[in-house]
């Protein structure tokens, strides 16, 4: 059956317009009753959707900022590719810095990929093939809107989710042999693949997310899910408790179901860090949430978990090493990471357990979830008395003893990547004042880098932890249960107003902890959005950073504002997986709203985004590949991305130039003329500096060019205010952003008509906007 | 520590390092030779205003003394234009970066291409690969930063110094630059 849909669509791709080849082949589950005409695009190649980058690449170009002048992949190397030099396999350095892009994405999409299938395979197994998909009942028609678009099929069951990861798997070895040495060269054309490499993860995703929403009952589309407690305060440390860490739920729910077949759901803490603990709560709101990434040896340190249980990503290579230090068991549960354990999952669980508790190894691998679920909450109800939470924290004396013992050599703070003044701090503690380092603990990523230098040996994130305990022990939030897919209701009530710019925007808050300065960045931005009534959603730590802060009536950001996705909302979406339904809503809005064709018709619909729908992401604190790759998906989407400042370590940017006129043409579908739309997004991806510098560009990267002139004054009105707001002054590019008078917002009117006759502004149209001219309506000539 | 090292240990980048401006002098003499110099200034030299001896003052006597425009990042220049400072322009640093690369690009004047620019105040990493950027892609592009962190993708840079040399490093320059 996978061979047989491998052969087809190759046909396809050669035959376009047979499309009773691809019905018949595929169709004999799906596609009979899908009515919908085929699109252009089922299935795409890497290349078949090169046109539509090369053409977004015209606009936005790359700017490549290499992390060092080498490239070190094969044995003709080191080659030094300094200015216009070429490596000895003839590549150059915008090549090179390309394809580590691409190297970035594919790591991301393959880990997204590997995640959905590992998961698909085990909820095959447990509950059959033909176990039907439901994201959202009656509320949500459009199931899969990213599988819909880029393979042209509509699945219904499990069983049909394993073609789209058959074709997702065949995608990613292609993409991933182009960065072989000696293959592609042109900077272009690693950027193209980059964009095929997130479309692809984005469907993996998609894949991961429908598949245990619809098997494991996780919120359906539910705009007002449960209210989660998050926080390292949140835990009862008076019971056995069970860290759970990582990205693919199955053994940390088979822990949860073990525990309430023994009627020990309030015997046992059951808590969790990162996504895993995201699809936990999900699956069941009695499940606690500890907070984002940057959380793990924090808690792991502090000795409350007596058993930790990993997954897979996003997981310290070294948990081993910090589980041994408070004396907890670890159980390693994913090939992915095995953490060099022995494989216990053909033991009897007993015998496990009994090895755990009398520490006869430190930790045990499990592949089987079930089997994680027996042995961990065995484990922990027999560890929990023994180990009494011992930890790795220091007390105040040995904290101010050791701070005495600093020779102020830097070099914590030249490894810390936040350049944390951690000497200064350890020299008022070794005064017996820990306030700076419990100060230093809110813009700490929790890396331990400092600690690895330290040429004393000071466990510099431990004495962090310390000074910060009383803080630590109230930190206690609550956050929204990931609500999984938007409902076509939804989308049909904002749409308009999106599309035509009345809603001002939708911002998504997505990816990892690694802040510049703390998560409260995040949840400030969140907030000033919610405010302003653009729709807020968040994915991943970003939606768990965004929660632990309260404004001053002791509320979260989840408790002040509705859950819907809607103006003045604030929606957790779910885990990074559920970053599929932030494109999904994007795609419902083109398909569902402005009834644009969605069967393998990406361009189209990519087009009907870029030009309409403003939509911005903002991963403040990104870090990993997967991040990447996210990215990358919406970028092709048509979708601006602002990354926090260490996200320039992706080393390239996608910018548009504001004075570029000629680039910002697009096609008026109604005439076929081209006309001028301002810089409008004027970037695809981008790292700001600081928080107000986001602030200010999200509000503008949000306006589009078929923003009717009331929605574009209202979207103005948020650009000019946050500017003067945070810059004291009117930005001076206001004049890119009128199109007629119209479009001036009325309070400030006779400013800005000011500003625009400085600059010698003249009127344009509004156009029906579109770079794809086979959707000019009236052909010319 | 060595003066010319990364200021972040592991931020190693190749055969091509930045000459160590020795003296505020030398830095002085580059300036007075170069036909368009400008300079760029990021959120982490406004946070400097704060201390008793603002850095922020020297660098605008640098500015004004030199003849070299001064533009601030999106980061820097809220607190700049509050403080009254007259800007050449101001854009994000990625922005700014962009278009030093391409030599095509005016300038904020419309006069031309800059031939020198001159960084102070991005955060390290960020300033780190803005200059690798410059480094590898700005043809005739010379750059120099003037952060107390030795910075090796510039063409130019001050060593990694304490804070208190620093500002007197930087006094000094602004002095030289008075001077003539
Ligand atoms: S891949 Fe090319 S540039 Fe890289 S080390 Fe090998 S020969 Fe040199
Ligand atoms: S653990 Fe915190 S303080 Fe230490 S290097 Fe990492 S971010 Fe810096
Ligand atoms: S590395 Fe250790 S000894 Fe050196 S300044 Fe930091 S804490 Fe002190």
Redesign the interface.
């Known amino acids: 059956m996978k061979d047989g849909i491998r052969i087809k669509v190759g046909e396809l791709k050669s035959q376009f317009g047979i499309v009773k080849g691809l019905e018949l082949s595929i169709g004999e589950i799906i596609e009979e009753k899908w009515e919908e005409a085929l699109g252009p695009t089922p299935f795409p190649s890497i290349a078949d959707l090169r046109e539509w980058d090369l053409k977004i690449l015209e606009r936005y ?1 790359p ?8 490239c070190c992949l094969c044995t003709m190397g080191k080659c ?4 216009d030099k070429r490596g000895a396999c003839g590549i150059d ?2 090549g090179q810095q390309s394809r580590i892009v691409l190297l970035a994405c594919c790591i991301g999409a393959a880990t997204h990929t590997s995640h959905a299938r590992h998961l698909l395979e085990h909820l095959i197994s447990k509950y059959g093939r033909a176990y039907p998909l439901d994201v959202g009942g009656l509320s949500v028609e459009v199931e899969a809107p990213i599988t819909r678009l880029v393979c042209g099929i509509r699945p219904e069951t499990l069983g049909d989710l394993e073609a789209v990861l058959d074709y997702v798997e065949e995608q990613i070895v292609h993409l991933l042999s182009a960065t072989h040495t000696g293959q592609e060269g042109a900077y272009k054309d690693f950027e193209s693949k980059v964009f095929h490499a997130g479309m692809i993860d984005h469907l993996a995703m998609e894949v991961a997310d429908i598949a245990q929403i619809s098997a494991l009952g996780l919120p359906k589309a539910e705009p007002n899910p449960p209210l989660i407690e998050i926080g390292l305060g949140v835990v009862d440390q008076a019971k056995p408790v069970i860290l759970v860490v990582g990205h693919n739920v199955p053994p940390a729910a088979d822990i949860m179901d073990y525990m309430e077949e023994l009627g020990l759901q309030d015997g046992i803490e059951l808590c969790g860090i990162c996504c895993t603990a995201h699809d936990l709560a999900r699956y069941n709101p009695k499940a606690k949430i500890i907070g984002p990434i940057s959380w793990q040896l924090r808690f792991i340190r502090s000795g409350v978990p007596d058993v930790i249980v990993i997954d897979e990503q996003c997981i310290r290579s070294d948990a081993l090493v910090e589980a041994m230090k408070v004396k907890a068991p670890l159980i390693a549960t994913s090939e992915k990471d095995c953490q060099g354990l022995p494989d216990r999952t053909r033991d009897p669980p007993d015998e496990v357990v009994r090895d755990l508790v009398e520490g006869n190894t430190p930790g045990v691998l499990i592949l089987d979830p079930r089997k994680v679920g027996e042995v961990a909450v065995k484990t922990a109800l027999k560890v929990a008395p023994k180990r009494m939470k011992f930890k790795a924290i220091p007390d105040v004396e040995e904290l101010i003893e050791g701070a005495k013992r600093c020779r102020r ?3 914590c703070r ?2 810390c ?1 936040n ?1 944390l003044d951690i000497p200064s701090a350890m020299a008022r503690a070794a005064q017996g004042d820990v306030e700076g380092l419990a100060w230093l603990l809110d813009q700490c990523i929790g890396c331990a880098r400092c600690e690895r ?1 330290c040429p004393v040996g000071l466990p510099i994130h431990s004495f962090m932890v310390k000074a910060a305990e009383k803080e630590i022990k109230e930190e206690r939030y609550k956050i929204r249960a990931g609500r999984g897919a938007i409902q076509d209701v939804e989308i049909r009530n904002v749409g308009s107003p999106i599309v035509l710019g009345e809603i001002p925007g939708v911002i998504a808050f997505v990816g990892c902890a690694n802040y ?1 300065r703390g998560g409260v960045e995040v949840a400030e931005m969140a907030d000033e959005f919610a405010m302003r009534r653009y729709i807020v959603t968040a994915t991943g730590c970003a939606a768990m950073s965004m929660a632990m802060y309260k404004d001053e009536g002791g509320k979260t950001i989840y408790e002040k504002y509705p859950g819907g996705f809607d103006a003045g909302g604030v929606s957790n979406v779910g885990s990074c997986i559920s970053n599929a339904h932030i494109a999904g809503a994007a795609i419902k809005i083109a398909s569902i709203f402005a009834k644009r064709r969605l069967r393998a018709n990406y361009e189209e619909i990519a087009d009907y985004i870029l030009n309409r729908v403003g939509a911005v992401g903002v991963a403040w604190g990104a870090m990993s590949q997967k991040a990447a790759s996210i990215a990358s998906g919406f970028w092709r989407l048509g979708i601006p991305v602002i990354v926090g ?2 996200g ?2 992706y ?1 390239r ?1 996608l ?1 548009g ?1 504001m004075e570029d006129e000629e680039s910002w043409k697009v096609y008026d579908a109604r005439t076929g003329d081209k006309v001028y739309v301002g810089p409008t997004p004027e970037h695809l991806f ?5 928080k ?2 986001a602030m ?2 999200i509000a503008k990267l949000c306006m589009r060019p078929n923003d009717t002139p009331r929605g574009r004054a209202i979207k103005l009105t948020h650009y000019i205010d946050l500017h003067r707001r ?4 009117m930005p001076d590019d206001v004049y890119l952003y009128v199109r007629t008078k119209a479009d001036i917002p009325i309070t400030i009117k006779d400013e800005v008509l000011r500003l625009l006759e400085e600059k010698g502004w003249r009127e344009t149209v509004i156009p029906d906007p579109t770079l794809l001219p086979r959707l000019i309506r009236v052909q010319k000539g | 520590m060595r003066q010319f090292e990364p200021w972040q240990i592991a931020e190693v980048p190749g055969p091509k390092k930045a000459l160590l401006i020795p003296k505020p002098d030398v830095a002085a003499a580059l300036l007075k030779r170069s036909r368009r110099p400008l300079m760029i200034v990021g959120s982490e030299a406004v946070e400097e205003l704060a201390a008793d001896e603002p850095v922020l003052e020297y660098l605008i006597q640098i500015s004004t003394a030199g003849g070299i425009p001064m533009a601030a990042t999106m980061g820097a220049a809220g607190r700049l234009i509050g403080r009254g400072v007259k800007l050449a322009g101001y854009m994000p640093a990625m922005e700014i970066a962009e278009r030093l690369r391409d030599g095509s690009w005016r300038g904020f004047d419309g006069e031309g291409p800059y031939d020198l620019a001159v960084f102070v105040g991005l955060p390290y990493y960020m300033g780190w690969l803005i200059l690798s950027g410059l480094k590898h892609f700005a043809k005739g592009l010379i750059t120099m930063s003037l952060d107390r962190f030795y910075q090796p993708h510039a063409t130019w840079s001050l060593p990694n110094i304490p804070r208190d040399e620093w500002r007197k490093t930087v006094k000094a320059l602004a002095e030289a630059l008075e001077e003539g």
Do not use: Q
Not at chain 1, 63 to 70: A, E, I, R, T, V
């Open positions: 170009k700017f490549y900022m290499p992390f060092c002048d080498l030094d590719l300094t200015g350095m915008a050599c830097d070099d030249r490894s990547p350049d230098t510049p400042p260490h320039s370590k080393r940017m910018l130039r981008y790292a700001a500096e600081t107000d510098e200010v560009t945070l810059y004291g002054v």
